[in-house]
């Protein structure tokens, strides 16, 4: 079992940068993949970023490319840089693991996740 715990959330301008962390119990390589989803209210789960640990390919969602930067410590933390950050870009932060194989972007493919860190831009 994996415990996945975000942190770096809070409250910034328009324009401005965050780094979320995404501390698991267990090192990313016991994971396929581990990512970066976000849920605004009344909206639904977007995929934002990948990082396959296997081989360490990045996948980012096209509405985020070249804002965001998915990284890891190759250790047991996974971080999302977040840049230039918009009002549309205020929502829940979730970090997801997978021991399976499947398309990164599809929530139902993840079999861990943490409770979430709040972003909010004005």
């Known amino acids: 079992h994996v415990q996945l715990v975000e942190s770096g959330g809070g409250s910034v301008q328009a324009g401005g940068s965050l780094r979320l962390s995404c501390a698991s119990s267990?090192?990313?390589?016991?994971?396929?993949?581990m990512a970066w989803f976000r849920q605004a209210p009344g909206e639904p789960r977007e995929a934002l970023a990948g990082?396959?640990?296997?081989?360490?390919?990045r996948y980012y969602a096209d509405s985020v490319k070249g804002r965001l930067t998915i990284s890891s410590d190759n250790k047991n933390t996974v971080y999302l840089q977040l840049n230039n950050l918009q009002l549309e870009d205020s929502a829940m932060y979730y970090c997801?693991?997978?021991?399976?194989?499947?398309?990164?972007?599809?929530?139902?493919?993840?079999?861990?996740w943490g409770q979430g860190t709040q972003v909010t831009v004005s």
């Open positions: 990082l396959n640990t296997v081989g360490g390919t």
């Open positions: 997801a693991a997978t021991t399976y194989v499947g398309r990164w972007s599809m929530d139902s493919l993840y079999n861990y």
């Open positions: 267990k090192s990313i390589y016991s994971t396929n993949i």
